[in-house]
């Protein structure tokens, strides 16, 4: 069986207000790397994007809110890039998905709130096919949208319930390497795939909290080989499935210090010599040793897991939303 191997941890929670935000990261939601390597991180405490790299250089921050003007977010959701590293970010409030480039200049904006065609409720995970189509879950309409980059209506599948090709709060979404659609069905614990035009394909996962079941799954993602890693986000988790839906394992986290730490620690002697003598991994009494409170008392392990993306050298980032960072692995 195949596993996940932890390679580092990016991040920390920024110091400052809104507008005086350092490095660092306030309620992370999201990722997206751009074509030159830059990590772009979208965040709904602090409203904004912050970009870094690899090496965890700091390179800035742009966008503010809460706001409904042009350029501004309110409850960004998720991000992608096109083919010509133009930035796509849903925003379930505003229902309607911005634009930028790699600089943060404001680019435009399309969607508007409805049921109807090219209309948005709740919009939230966003990815781009070879031919720069756009697919949007558009989770309150319990459906996929399929629309160009600049946001004309193609096509659409859904519905709300529990059968095939139906969602209930659908939340993420990729596209892989062969033009299959892959949706995080959050309610209904399940991951679908569909052809480019909707036509459903298999789904894996069911609820609960054992190897290979999911509790709310929040994201999904697909590297070169069709293998399958899922946001378990109820059971503070990743799994990885086969290019076959099967099962082959699991991460709860394994988080590091990171250089942003470690320069934290430097200035501030007292928080590094208290956290050297912290206990990392606490014993819990069985009543309280559900998933949301273990993650909740050890550092290293994922707490809310809303966001993961695999970049081109199959490596995974996992976004927590409460940890202020994000993990990164490689399967075994």
């Known amino acids: ?55 965890e250089a700091w390179l800035g921050s742009f966008s503010d809110g809460p706001g409904m003007d042009d350029g501004q977010l309110y409850l960004p959701t998720d991000m992608a890039f096109d083919s010509q590293d133009r930035l796509y970010v849903t925003d379930e409030h505003q229902h309607r998905v911005s634009m930028f480039d790699t600089e943060g200049e404001y680019l435009g904006r399309w969607g508007e709130h409805g049921g109807g ?59 892989d390497s062969a033009g299959y659609v892959h949706v995080a069905d959050w309610r209904n614990d399940r991951v679908q795939k569909f052809t480019p035009d909707g036509e459903f394909v298999s789904q894996l996962g069911e609820s609960g909290g054992g190897e290979g079941q999911l509790n709310r799954p929040a994201d999904v993602a697909v590297d070169s080989e069709g293998y399958v890693y899922v946001a378990d986000w109820g059971n503070e988790r990743v799994q990885l499935f086969d290019p076959d839906g099967e099962f082959q ?47 909740s008392q050890t550092e290293p392990f994922f707490w809310e897991p809303v966001n993961i993306h695999v970049d081109t ?17 490689r399967r075994a």
């Not at 935000?21 to 751009?34: C, E, N, Q, V």
């Not at 390597?37 to 090496?55: A, K, L, T």
């Not at 990815?127 to 629309?147: I, M, T």
């Open 1 to 55: 069986m195949a596993g996940l191997d932890y390679v580092k941890t990016i991040g920390m929670i920024s110091a400052g207000g809104r507008f005086t935000a350092g490095r660092g990261f306030t309620g992370p939601y999201a990722l997206a790397i751009s074509g030159d390597g830059r990590i772009y991180v979208v965040n709904r405490s602090q409203i904004r994007i912050c970009v870094c790299d690899f090496e």
């Open 117 to 175: 065609e090219g209309q948005l409720n709740g919009p939230s995970g966003i990815a781009f096919d070879a031919e720069d189509n756009a697919y949007v879950v558009d989770q309150h309409n319990h459906r996929v949208q399929k629309l160009t980059r600049d946001g004309e209506y193609v096509s659409e599948w859904g519905g709300h319930g529990g059968g095939e090709g139906q969602f209930d709060m659908p939340w993420g979404i990729e596209v």
């Open 313 to 329: 050298e199959d490596r995974l980032y996992v976004t927590e939303s409460r940890r202020h960072r994000f993990q990164v692995f």
């Open 249 to 295: 394992g699991l991460s709860r986290g394994q988080a590091t210090p990171t250089k942003w730490t470690e320069d934290f620690f430097e200035s501030n002697p007292d928080e590094r010599d208290t956290r050297a003598i912290a206990n990392m991994y606490p014993d819990l009494p069985e009543h309280l040793n559900d998933p949301y409170r273990a993650s």
